[in-house]
């Protein structure tokens, strides 16, 4: 293989370099080095010598005395011996001299070895520093730079020799010394971005530097290295305006959810709220049906509008969490009551058991929990033919943190373990075929999954096929969530329970034993007489005909003394007057609250105990009768002040409306004495002025004024919680949510 000259010699001089000092062979002197005296001083020596013979011999053969040849010869030895003696020392000498001289040479050779190595690394290093395309720089102490990379000469378009000298800012990189207070035990690292206007555009480089301290003579210099992160610089500027762009596009998003939102439940609010005035008009059975289709089929388009919007917002990332305290039974009970009148009209149980050691108050978002528990229950009861739904709050470890468990168990078709894995997801429902019999998005469970896994909670499934299916929704406690605790307010109580809703029947009697008292349910009236220990006797009124058969089976077996409660579903309250007269001295409504279910038995075992005191019902006081009231409206659709109007003025109510906040400020700040409404309905956008506008110069023209606050009650399409408290808190006492129930509305007016 072929070397270049200069590899040769390297190669050669790290040889000579590598051997000893004393193996280097001699070099041959010259005939002036070896010779060192005068060239003709040997010569006449020998000369000398040669006649100093010649006379010798000449002497003893011409006969002279003997002592003359022999002092010659003596002169002869002792001149060659001094001849010889100077030649060997000569030798010596030279010889030494030329060792002397090879061993440096052999110094000089290694001393240009190891700078040519030298050489060689430093050209191999400039070569891989040029090669990365990095910058490197050293600078004295006052910023002029000592040494600089061809890649800065590059850069600059400058040779990088004639950069020495120059400090950096002067050729446009805008880098400062390392302050001296920077300094740590003699050195600083210290890194930032640089922006460097080059003749090729402006170029943004990562500038790493070391600052050091001589600690001998207190010199610093500064060593850097930057790398090219325009690249970066650049993709991330891009990565900023693509985010700025999705927030305004995601603000356009929720504007328009916002603005869609209202827009589709306002005319919602006028089916849904015109079917049910409809239905309550004197009607044919066939027109009846019609109606509850139109009112069933509005209602099930709500839902599925608002599952969109929510999924939309989380999709959107406007979906948000507010923590705050609220109490887990009157949740769930609330949630349980809204949806008992589905369950009932599929003749199917729906009941709800709050464990004792559930805490009064826990810290969660009521709006959020709530839609969850109305999605898991909702579901539960339309899959649910037979049997029924029974919701279970309770209390449970998760690993070492205490954990409230809200379970919703229901009787329906189950679920096999591959759709419950998969039903968590967007657009799935457990039965995915075309020959489905239930239908819907496939929207609630997935939003609910997000929902209870912003609040930091689990969502799961246990099911199997034809076995029903339980959902279980877990959320942390806080340390200050305290449990209310078991209570003995119903020890002595022993009560028979007469029904075929199994499921029901058993959150009512798990509450009893909860609080100190023993239950038993019966299916049939033959199974309740057995009962021979039992204080008093709860009839399910679905299982009492008009005759009153099931009380007077169950008094003519004897039991005659027990008091007895019928437990009635909300729209057979109308079936009280008779069931008191067959017999029922006190009532449950279906589903039953636990304070409901405390109280009655209570006030019947009362009744037992004292026969000659009038009864619990008797003593308590009566509400009294609702009056008239003057109520303003300030709604400006027509459809939904149409509404609102038909519902308070069939109540008996006096309605005046108004399609703006200008003029409801005006009709309350403006009426005469007497003429001032009692109650303000008010929407939240109207033109000319909103709601909320329209509220605060009311509160302040009666603080001006000094008159008593008037009830404001907020109208609006938009349910979240946080509205709900922001109208709150700017002045508003109610909130109703739109669509508007009639009911529901006029309880908000007459509460």
């Given at each position: 293989?072929?070397?270049?000259r200069?590899?040769?010699?390297?190669?050669?001089?790290?040889?000579?370099?590598?051997?000893?000092?004393?193996?280097v062979?001699?070099?041959?002197?010259?005939?002036?080095?070896?010779?060192s005296?005068?060239?003709?001083l040997?010569?006449l020596?020998?000369?000398?010598?040669?006649?100093?013979?010649?006379?010798?011999?000449?002497?003893y053969?011409?006969?002279?005395?003997?002592?003359l040849?022999?002092?010659?010869?003596?002169?002869?030895?002792?001149?060659?011996?001094?001849?010889a003696?100077v030649?060997?020392?000569?030798?010596r000498?030279?010889q030494?001299?030329?060792?002397?001289?090879?061993?440096?040479?052999?110094e000089?050779?290694?001393l240009?070895?190891?700078?040519?190595?030298?050489?060689?690394?430093?050209?191999?290093?400039?070569?891989l520093?040029?090669?990365?395309?990095d910058?490197?720089?050293?600078?004295?102490?006052?910023?002029?730079?000592?040494?600089?990379?061809?890649?800065?000469?590059?850069?600059?378009?400058?040779?990088?020799d004639t950069?020495?000298?120059?400090?950096?800012?002067?050729?446009?990189?805008?880098i400062?010394?390392?302050?001296?207070?920077?300094?740590?035990?003699?050195?600083?690292?210290?890194?930032?971005?640089?922006?460097?206007?080059?003749?090729n555009?402006l170029?943004?480089?990562?500038?790493i530097?070391?600052?050091?301290?001589d600690?001998?003579?207190?010199?610093?210099?500064?060593?850097?290295?930057?790398?090219?992160?325009?690249?970066?610089?650049?993709?991330?500027?891009?990565a900023i305006?693509a985010?700025?762009?999705?927030?305004?596009?995601n603000?356009?998003?929720?504007?328009?959810?916002a603005?869609?939102?209202?827009e589709?439940?306002?005319?919602m609010?006028?089916i849904?709220?015109?079917?049910?005035?409809?239905?309550d008009?004197?009607l044919s059975?066939?027109?009846?049906?019609?109606?509850?289709?139109?009112?069933?089929?509005?209602?099930?388009?709500?839902?599925?509008?608002?599952?969109?919007?929510?999924y939309?917002?989380i999709?959107?990332?406007r979906?948000e969490?507010?923590?705050?305290?609220?109490?887990?039974r009157?949740?769930s009970?609330?949630?349980v009551?809204?949806?008992a009148?589905?369950?009932?009209?599929k003749n199917?149980?729906l009941?709800?058991?709050?464990?004792?050691?559930?805490?009064?108050?826990?810290?969660?978002?009521?709006?959020?929990?709530?839609?969850?528990?109305?999605?898991?229950?909702?579901?539960?009861?339309?899959?649910?033919?037979?049997?029924?739904?029974l919701?279970?709050?309770?209390?449970?470890?998760?690993?070492?943190?205490?954990?409230?468990?809200?379970?919703?168990?229901d009787?329906?078709?189950?679920l096999a373990?591959?759709?419950?894995?998969?039903?968590?997801?967007?657009?799935?429902?457990?039965?995915?075929?075309t020959?489905r019999r239930?239908?819907?998005?496939g929207?609630g469970?997935?939003?609910?999954?997000?929902?209870?896994?912003a609040?930091?909670?689990?969502?799961?499934v246990?099911?199997a096929?034809?076995?029903?299916?339980?959902?279980?929704?877990?959320?942390?406690?806080?340390?200050?969530?305290?449990p209310?605790?078991?209570?003995?307010?119903?020890?002595?109580?022993?009560?028979?329970?007469?029904?075929?809703?199994?499921?029901e029947?058993?959150?009512?009697?798990?509450?009893?034993?909860?609080?100190?008292?023993?239950?038993?349910?019966?299916?049939?009236?033959?199974?309740?007489?057995?009962?021979r220990?039992?204080n008093v006797?709860?009839?399910?009124?679905?299982?009492?005909?008009?005759?009153?058969?099931?009380?007077?089976?169950?008094?003519?077996?004897?039991?005659t003394?027990?008091?007895?409660?019928?437990?009635?579903?909300?729209?057979?309250?109308?079936?009280?007057?008779?069931?008191?007269e067959q017999g029922?001295?006190?009532?449950?409504?279906r589903?039953?609250?636990?304070e409901?279910?405390?109280?009655?038995?209570?006030?019947?075992l009362?009744?037992t105990?004292?026969?000659?005191?009038?009864?619990?019902?008797?003593?308590?006081?009566?509400?009294?009768?609702?009056?008239?009231?003057?109520?303003?409206?300030a709604?400006?659709?027509?459809?939904?002040?149409l509404?609102?109007?038909?519902?308070?003025?069939?109540?008996?109510?006096?309605?005046?409306?108004?399609?703006?906040?200008?003029?409801?400020?005006?009709?309350?700040?403006?009426?005469?004495?007497?003429e001032?409404?009692?109650?303000?309905?008010?929407?939240?956008?109207?033109?000319?002025?909103?709601?909320?506008d329209?509220i605060?110069?009311?509160?302040?023209?009666?603080?001006?004024k000094?008159?008593q606050?008037?009830?404001?009650?907020?109208?609006?399409?938009?349910?979240?919680e946080?509205?709900?408290?922001?109208?709150l808190?700017?002045?508003?006492?109610?909130?109703?949510?739109?669509?508007?129930?009639?009911?529901?509305?006029?309880?908000?007016?007459e509460?």
């Amino acid at each position: 293989m072929l070397k270049t000259r200069w590899t040769q010699d390297a190669q050669t001089r790290r040889h000579m370099r590598d051997r000893d000092p004393d193996t280097v062979p001699l070099n041959k002197p010259t005939s002036g080095l070896y010779w060192s005296l005068p060239v003709w001083l040997p010569w006449l020596w020998l000369g000398l010598m040669l006649a100093t013979l010649v006379l010798g011999g000449l002497a003893y053969i011409s006969g002279a005395p003997v002592f003359l040849p022999i002092a010659l010869c003596i002169l002869f030895v002792i001149k060659l011996a001094v001849f010889a003696y100077v030649l060997m020392a000569h030798r010596r000498t030279m010889q030494s001299s030329t060792a002397t001289l090879n061993r440096r040479q052999w110094e000089i050779e290694s001393l240009s070895g190891k700078m040519w190595a030298l050489q060689e690394s430093e050209e191999r290093l400039r070569g891989l520093l040029d090669a990365l395309g990095d910058l490197v720089v050293q600078r004295d102490g006052d910023g002029r730079i000592l040494y600089a990379n061809d890649g800065l000469g590059v850069l600059l378009n400058r040779d990088p020799d004639t950069l020495a000298g120059e400090r950096l800012v002067d050729l446009g990189v805008d880098i400062s010394l390392v302050p001296d207070a920077a300094f740590v035990e003699g050195e600083c690292l210290s890194s930032t971005d640089v922006a460097i206007q080059t003749p090729n555009g402006l170029r943004w480089f990562s500038w790493i530097e070391h600052s050091m301290r001589d600690p001998a003579n207190g010199v610093v210099t500064h060593r850097a290295i930057a790398r090219d992160i325009t690249a970066r610089k650049r993709a991330e500027t891009e990565a900023i305006a693509a985010r700025e762009r999705a927030e305004d596009a995601n603000q356009a998003k929720s504007r328009f959810l916002a603005t869609v939102s209202h827009e589709i439940r306002t005319p919602m609010n006028g089916i849904i709220g015109m079917a049910k005035l409809l239905a309550d008009t004197n009607l044919s059975p066939e027109q009846q049906t019609y109606v509850g289709a139109v009112s069933t089929s509005g209602e099930h388009l709500l839902t599925l509008i608002e599952d969109l919007l929510d999924y939309s917002k989380i999709e959107a990332g406007r979906f948000e969490i507010e923590f705050q305290k609220v109490s887990p039974r009157e949740l769930s009970e609330n949630v349980v009551e809204l949806l008992a009148a589905r369950a009932y009209a599929k003749n199917i149980g729906l009941g709800v058991r709050v464990a004792p050691e559930v805490p009064t108050l826990i810290s969660t978002d009521p709006g959020r929990l709530r839609q969850v528990l109305i999605n898991l229950i909702g579901n539960a009861v339309k899959f649910t033919e037979m049997g029924g739904v029974l919701v279970d709050v309770s209390v449970t470890e998760d690993g070492d943190r205490p954990v409230i468990a809200f379970g919703v168990r229901d009787t329906g078709p189950g679920l096999a373990q591959t759709d419950a894995a998969r039903i968590f997801g967007e657009f799935e429902q457990g039965d995915g075929t075309t020959t489905r019999r239930y239908g819907g998005a496939g929207l609630g469970l997935a939003i609910s999954k997000r929902i209870v896994e912003a609040m930091q909670g689990t969502i799961g499934v246990a099911a199997a096929p034809a076995e029903g299916a339980v959902f279980r929704v877990t959320l942390p406690l806080d340390a200050q969530s305290e449990p209310s605790g078991r209570t003995t307010a119903l020890a002595g109580c022993r009560a028979m329970i007469l029904s075929d809703l199994g499921i029901e029947m058993e959150a009512l009697a798990t509450t009893i034993r909860d609080h100190g008292g023993q239950a038993m349910i019966a299916d049939t009236v033959e199974d309740a007489a057995l009962c021979r220990h039992c204080n008093v006797i709860l009839v399910d009124a679905r299982l009492e005909d008009g005759d009153g058969s099931c009380i007077k089976a169950l008094r003519a077996a004897g039991m005659t003394s027990i008091p007895a409660i019928t437990l009635i579903a909300p729209d057979n309250r109308g079936r009280l007057p008779r069931l008191h007269e067959q017999g029922y001295a006190h009532f449950l409504a279906r589903p039953v609250r636990t304070e409901t279910v405390l109280r009655v038995l209570l006030a019947a075992l009362d009744a037992t105990a004292a026969p000659d005191q009038p009864k619990a019902s008797e003593r308590q006081p009566q509400p009294p009768a609702n009056r008239s009231r003057s109520i303003l409206v300030a709604e400006d659709n027509e459809i939904n002040a149409l509404l609102a109007r038909s519902a308070l003025a069939k109540a008996g109510h006096r309605v005046t409306v108004v399609g703006n906040g200008r003029a409801a400020v005006d009709a309350v700040t403006q009426a005469s004495a007497g003429e001032a409404p009692d109650i303000v309905l008010m929407d939240l956008h109207m033109p000319v002025m909103d709601g909320l506008d329209a509220i605060a110069m009311i509160r302040k023209h009666e603080e001006e004024k000094g008159v008593q606050p008037v009830p404001i009650i907020v109208l609006s399409a938009d349910g979240q919680e946080k509205t709900r408290h922001h109208v709150l808190a700017h002045g508003a006492t109610g909130f109703v949510a739109k669509p508007l129930d009639p009911a529901t509305l006029l309880n908000a007016v007459e509460a």
